[in-house]
């Protein structure tokens, strides 16, 4: 019995020494990784952080618009704050994000799964023919249901006529404010009754 005692501590022993200089050998080996995994922890940080103040921002964009701040937004942010609005109103939204659109800046999907594209203009003046042309052929070409030209202005009268006989619907300013103001406004991070939209134009 005592040489079997003597046996089990001496094999304890080994494993306890087995398992101390493993450790010491893993955490020697690690400790050249430790600046490059704390770096690693840092850059994700720092795109969680930067991540989060663009979100913010774009829902402060979002939810301070008026017509006169929308006036002043260049394409792009006019398609970021379209894609919330319709965000907002139900649909998935996607962005083209890229040069050659096939005249889809946005792909909506609707509950019922139907594929809607988006065309838009953020324009100084009247939007023409052109532009209902494009989305015409972008529903063909993204096998969309129906398509859609929204703008912050309105549309030349040609442009209405090609849209009335294709089926491609209009959303002029006065659309645009209709969609905006049955989106709540935000306050504190909840949700009120106030619209998001407010008329201050001069």
């Known amino acids: 019995m005592p040489d079997i005692q003597k046996t089990l501590g001496t094999l304890w022993g080994r494993i306890a020494d087995w398992i101390s200089t493993t450790l010491v050998a893993g955490r020697q080996a690690l400790l050249p990784f430790i ?21 913010l921002r774009r829902e402060h964009m979002f939810h301070g618009a008026t017509l006169q701040s929308i006036d002043t937004m260049d394409g ?7 894609a919330m609005l319709f965000s907002h109103l139900g649909y998935r939204v996607q962005r083209t994000g890229m040069s050659h659109d096939f005249g889809a800046d946005l792909l909506l999907t609707s509950r019922r799964n139907k594929r809607i594209v988006v ?11 052109s532009a209902v042309q494009e989305v015409i052929g972008a529903v063909h070409y993204y096998n969309g249901v129906r398509g859609m030209v929204v703008t ?15 089926g491609i619907e209009l959303w002029d300013r006065d659309r645009l404010v209709t969609a905006m103001s049955r989106i709540p406004q935000r306050r504190n991070g909840s949700t009120g009754s106030k619209s998001i939209y407010t008329r201050r134009e001069g």
């Open 76 to 82: 792009t942010e006019f398609e970021m704050f379209l």
């Open 119 to 129: 065309q838009a203009k953020r324009y100084e003046g009247n939007v023409g023919i």
């Open 152 to 166: 912050n202005r309105d549309f030349t009268e040609s442009a209405q006529e090609l849209a009335a006989r294709s």
């Open 35 to 55: 600046p490059v995994l704390a770096a690693t922890v840092v850059f994700l940080l720092l795109i969680v952080a930067v991540g989060t103040v663009s979100r």
